[in-house]
C-alpha cells in the first residue's frame, strides 16, 4: 500500500492550495483518511479527517477555510484550503486506515509530506 501526496507549493496569504492523496496497492477497504501537518520545530497534528461514509472533523484553527473531501472509487482523499495563513506553513501528510490483502488487519499508512509555503 502507498499513499502518494501532491499539491503542495507557494502561495500568498490568501491563497489556495488543493492538496490531494491517492491510496494504490492491493487494497481490500479503506476507513478514515486524514490530514496532518507537522509545523517548523513542532509536532505532527491532525488537520483533518473523514470516514468512509464522509463525515469530517477540523481543527479549529482550519473551520471555515480548509475542507477535506475524498472520492471512494479513486481512493483519493482532498484537501482544498483556502484563506491560507503564513501559520498554515507546514509539511502536510496524508493518512489512511485500510485493509491491504497482504495482510488483512486495518493498519495505518503514511504518504510522503508535501510542502506548504504560505508567504505574508
Known amino acids: 500500500v502507498q499513499l502518494q501526496a501532491s499539491g503542495g507549493g507557494l502561495v500568498q496569504a490568501g491563497g489556495s492550495l488543493r492538496l490531494s492523496c491517492v491510496v494504490s496497492g492491493s487494497i481490500s477497504r479503506i476507513d478514515d483518511m486524514g490530514w496532518y501537518r507537522q509545523l517548523p520545530g513542532k509536532q505532527c497534528d491532525l488537520v483533518a479527517d473523514?470516514?468512509?461514509?464522509?463525515?469530517?472533523n477540523y481543527v479549529d484553527s482550519v473551520k471555515g477555510r480548509f475542507t477535506i473531501s475524498r472520492d471512494n472509487a479513486k481512493s483519493t482523499v482532498y484537501l482544498q484550503m483556502n484563506s491560507l495563513k503564513p501559520e498554515d506553513t507546514a509539511v502536510y501528510y496524508c493518512?489512511?486506515?485500510?485493509?491491504?490483502?497482504?495482510?488483512?488487519?486495518?493498519?495505518?499508512?503514511w504518504g510522503r509530506g508535501t510542502q506548504v509555503t504560505v508567504s505574508s
Open positions: 473523514i470516514t468512509s461514509a464522509g463525515s469530517v
Open positions: 493518512n489512511a486506515e485500510v485493509v491491504a490483502t497482504r495482510t488483512w488487519k486495518l493498519q495505518d499508512y
